[in-house]
């Protein structure tokens, strides 16, 4: 089985290689490759991840190539943890809203759109470079906006299902909680992706005893002090917001502070050089403690689940993924993407019956859902008036003051990335 890794010199494939390693025995990987343009980065990272596949005996081989279509010949499955522009794009997304009085983050708000915008068209000719060698070969899409990019490459007719580490994180934490193994949780996981609630929270299958009142009860300030949000807004709920959702419950808020602290960005870029000079030492040979403040807790496991149901089945039957809604929830078109528990094998993912959301969370969620439609359009279509028709749709934004003045900056700071512009 031969895996390709698009972005494979990102800080992050430590966690990845290390996942691979870990469960070889769920998804039995004889050949990675680990494709990036940043060569420099590459080296680092690639040297790292042969010392931990040899650390824990395995017998798989890494190659690191620049090529894509090199890297991606024969390939079975395709992971994409790409971003365009790197840390310094993602620093503009995460400042430039904020000088309009709006919230400046990586995948949703007027942020959001600029890393739609620059990354759709990239991975979509990516996608095609892959159909072109391999037209069998299953894309994983780990790159944010996951909804969006998923959507893209579903459209244009590619095999691929999104990823997100949001709802396994969510099933380990509440699984310490409960004292039970991992596996006996199952989440009524609802919504689209970085907009979700857990409806609930089931032991020992989908149709298993729902205990999340008695979570909630027990543990409902550590769940609400995980989430940044007050205690008894949670219990009012009833449900478990993704740490997502306080961007739309507590906007003003969050760009009061955001207005006086580094961004994301920046600490991350930070971190990102300590780890590449980790990386770099010939004795490392394990993913450093550093690399779980870096972000996507998890996601090897999701990854290596998904892909192993996805190529042999050998992965768990139910995994929450990103796919089309085929009228799992009945008030969005069949072609929107859902982020839910679906049942995955090698034909893909075929999502569950779901708990009717909420009119508080239905309504959200359609609102974001016709912002994702115009998003897409401008992301393939490009054009001013389209980035505009997003932007005064998005719920965090609603108001053509504001749409006009994160036009003009989102086209100024990402001229170089839009070919239209």
Not at 286 to 300: D, M, Q
Not at 367 to 376: M, P, Q, R, S, W
Request: hydrophobic share 45%; glycine share 10%.
């Amino acid at each position: 089985m031969k895996l390709a890794v698009v972005g494979g010199g990102s800080t992050y494939t430590p966690e990845l290689i290390d996942g691979f390693a870990r469960l070889r025995d769920t998804l039995p990987v004889e050949e990675l490759v680990l494709v990036d343009p940043a060569a420099d980065r590459l080296e680092l990272v690639g040297g790292l991840a042969r010392r931990i596949f040899a650390k824990q005996d395995h017998a798989g081989k890494i190659t690191t190539t620049t090529d894509l279509d090199a890297g991606v010949a024969g390939a079975d499955a395709v992971l994409l943890q790409l971003r365009v522009g790197g840390q310094a794009a993602r620093n503009q997304d995460e400042t430039w809203p904020l000088e309009c009085g709006c919230v400046g983050q990586e995948t949703t708000g007027a942020g959001g759109l600029a890393k739609a915008l620059r990354t759709v068209p990239v991975v979509l000719d990516i996608a095609e470079r892959v159909r072109r060698t391999n037209p069998d070969a299953w894309i994983i899409d780990f790159t944010n906006p996951v909804g969006i990019v998923t959507r893209a490459l579903l459209q244009a007719g590619h095999k691929a299902v999104g990823l997100c580490n949001v709802a396994i994180g969510f099933q380990r934490k509440f699984a310490r909680l409960l004292d039970v193994n991992p596996s006996e949780v199952h989440l009524d996981h609802v919504g689209l992706n970085h907009l979700t609630w857990e409806l609930g929270v089931r032991l020992g299958g989908p149709d298993g005893e729902n205990v999340l009142p008695r979570l909630l009860a027990e543990h409902g300030d550590a769940i609400a002090d995980d989430l940044h949000m007050p205690r008894q807004i949670v219990d009012r709920l009833g449900v478990v917001p993704s740490y997502y959702l306080r961007y739309f419950y507590a906007h003003d808020e969050v760009v009061r502070e955001l207005g006086t602290k580094p961004s994301r960005a920046a600490e991350v870029a930070a971190m990102e050089k300590e780890l590449l000079a980790m990386y770099g030492d010939p004795a490392l040979d394990t993913k450093p403690e550093l690399l779980a403040k870096r972000g996507g807790a998890f996601y090897s496991e999701a990854a290596v689940d998904l892909a192993a149901s996805l190529l042999g089945g050998g992965g768990s039957p139910v995994q929450v993924v990103n796919t089309y809604n085929r009228g799992t929830l009945p008030f969005l078109p069949d072609d929107a993407v859902i982020e839910v528990q679906a049942r995955v094998g090698h034909d893909g993912a075929t999502p569950l019956a779901v708990p009717a959301p909420d009119p508080l969370y239905a309504g959200l969620i359609a609102h974001v859902t016709a912002y994702e439609d115009l998003a897409l359009e401008a992301a393939l279509r490009g054009g001013r008036d389209r980035v505009f028709k997003a932007l005064l749709s998005h719920p965090l934004i609603g108001q053509y003051e504001y749409a006009e003045q994160l036009t003009d900056r989102l086209i100024a700071h990402n001229r170089e990335h839009l070919a239209w512009a």
